[in-house]
Antibody, heavy 117, light 111 residues
């Protein structure tokens, strides 16, 4: 069915950087578009960044444009999110998910990013 | 404020049916049949329960059903069970910035 595992979260000061990773297994990673979605504490879901299967198309939410960069390595079955200039409002659990038929059918367990001085 | 509007909470007794609405605009729900719904149990990642407005992933209970009318999508859960108590989120693809919009989530309480 497929499995996703995120890593790389942690506590970082405002203005700092983090790189999240998402390891995929159990499906042909290179066939699918992938997405990062976040959830602030006690809040709803927000899509962050989206990448096509061959990295030809990248999209970022306005809230992270110019600060976050999504990428992938199909040879390593891995998805990444480079987060720079972090702000307190970026504090959230970050999920990677597989997009299939305009829905997100496989999710990772999430990794917590806390931005605080 | 979320782009799609959901009620903050709904409740029902075991065995009853409940419906959660999700209201958008003609540029998202009204313009595409790409509405999906997710169930999030406490402390867990969301789980896909409905896609393409009304399709269920393989193996999912037929107690869950989806529909759409105009700019409003709906999720119906019939034969409520205690394990259905969770947060439910709708989302819609919208083809332009932003690519997807989410609802704010609805907390379902099984009385």
């Amino acid at each position: 069915q497929g499995h996703l595992v995120e890593s790389g979260g942690g506590l970082v000061k405002p203005g700092g950087s983090l790189r999240l990773s998402c390891a995929a297994s159990g499906f042909t990673f290179s066939d699918y578009f992938m997405i990062w979605i976040r959830q602030a504490p006690g809040r709803g879901l927000e899509w962050v960044s989206y990448i096509s299967s061959n990295s030809g198309n990248l999209y970022n939410a306005d809230s992270v444009k110019g600060r976050f960069t999504i990428s992938r390595d199909n040879a390593k079955n891995s998805l990444y999110l480079q987060m720079n200039s972090l702000r307190a409002e970026d504090t959230a659990v970050y999920y990677c998910a597989r997009e299939s038929q305009y829905a997100f059918d496989i999710w990772g367990q999430g990794t917590l990013v806390s931005v605080s001085s | 404020q979320s782009a799609l509007t959901q009620p903050a909470s709904v409740s029902g007794s075991p065995g009853q049916s409940i419906t959660i609405s999700c209201t958008g605009t003609s540029t998202d729900i009204g313009g595409y049949n790409y509405v999906s719904w997710y169930q999030q149990l406490p402390g867990k990642a969301p789980k896909l329960i409905i896609y393409y407005v009304s399709r269920r992933p393989s193996g999912l209970s037929n107690r869950f059903s989806g529909s759409k009318s105009g700019n409003t999508a709906s999720l119906t859960i019939s034969g409520l069970q205690a394990e259905d108590e969770a947060d439910y989120y709708c989302t819609s693809y919208r083809g332009g910035a932003p690519l997807w919009v989410f609802g704010g989530g609805t907390k379902l309480t099984v009385l």
